[in-house]
């Protein structure tokens, strides 16, 4: 079997964090705040293109994360998630806007990322692809994307359903690069553990939502703390494919998380239709429950590196 991928980078952007973690990008919750506070924090921020509602808004924002980690050279790098679904059409606007920025790092989500590689790569960027299958994960690695984001069961938000364990395996097999793990991991024992089991990175959000450079309200941020993983619903009735929401959020607005629901596919009329939705639905991974209060980025991530060195929970009994 071909093998795909280096070694050489995954340690090379380890060495420029704190924590091996990667704050996933995340709808109405991820923006300049967020993604400068976990820069400067020491782990890699991220964010939709999409959250910026109009190609002059995402200008202004990359200019503004661009601006503020100048003045930061110890700062991480930062991501910005494009959606590579052929219904997107402002994807090719938003791509002449990473390229004009230079984004270090790019996270391709919802299709193949074969489409921006050349014009990412054109610059010296780095592509990640989120993938949700071997099938994916085999696909984007043939496409020539740097580094992969695992989508396992747990994941907040659009989701995947492999277990981890069996999804690294497979990965490993082919792929040496990079490799981000995604799903319920809600403190740094964890990602000492997903390292161990054999990723280079961990994937964050839920507990990124609770912090006070997100965009979330207090609203949300108090359902957080009041939930768990059994608080946590597995619907496509938001986005078209399979989502992780919080089952309150759902039920607040009238959604019924119970009532079998076809997956009816995505697109990005439907995904930005969820916009309105995603005011009132919120989302969260199976790893809520370590959601135990509202803090800064700052905080939150030393927490994570005290609980990181300490080692995967094993370790700590």
């Known amino acids: 079997m071909a093998r795909y991928g280096s070694k050489a980078l995954a340690q090379e952007l380890r060495a420029r964090l704190r924590v091996p973690v990667v704050v996933g990008p995340m709808f109405l919750v991820s923006g300049p705040e967020l993604v400068i506070g976990c820069s400067r924090a020491g782990v890699i921020g991220s964010f939709p293109t999409l959250n910026a509602r109009t ?23 930062y991501a910005a998630n494009l ?24 996270i391709a989500s919802v299709g193949n990322p074969a489409s921006v590689i050349p014009a990412i790569k054109g610059y010296g960027g780095i592509v990640f692809s989120d993938v949700a299958s071997i099938k994916h994960a085999q696909r984007a690695a043939e496409a020539g994307v740097d580094g992969l984001i695992l989508l396992c069961a747990g994941s907040g938000g659009n989701t995947g ?4 364990f069996g999804f690294l395996a497979e990965v490993r097999a082919f792929f040496d690069g990079p490799v981000v793990l995604a799903g319920a991991i809600s ?8 390292e161990k089991a054999g990723a280079d990175f961990a994937y964050m959000g839920t507990s990124f ?10 609203e949300y941020q108090q359902m957080l ?21 919080l089952r309150k959020s759902l039920e607040r607005v009238g959604f019924k998380p119970d009532k079998a629901h076809a997956d009816a596919g995505f697109s990005i009329e439907r995904e930005l239709q969820a916009f309105k939705a995603w005011k009132d639905i919120w989302s969260a991974g199976h790893g809520v429950g370590g959601v135990q209060n509202i803090e800064s980025t700052a905080d ?7 609980e990181y060195l300490m080692g995967p929970p094993s370790e700590i009994r």
Do not use: C, Y
């Open 209 to 218: 939502i609770a912090t006070h450079e997100s965009m979330a309200s207090a």
């Open 161 to 164: 359903w492999l277990n981890p």
């Open 187 to 194: 403190n740094g024992h964890l990602v000492n553990a997903a």
């Open 83 to 106: 959606i590579v679904h052929s219904s997107n059409a402002r994807l090719m606007d938003d791509v002449d806007l990473v390229v004009h920025h230079k984004v270090e790092i790019v």
């Open 225 to 245: 703390l009041e939930s768990n993983a059994d608080d946590v619903k597995l619907t496509t009735e938001v986005t078209g494919i399979p989502s992780n929401m």
């Open 300 to 306: 939150l991530v030393e927490r994570l590196r005290k």
């Open 55 to 77: 190609t002059g808004i995402l200008d202004t924002w990359l200019s503004e994360i661009r601006t503020a980690l100048a003045q930061a050279p110890s700062a991480a790098p």
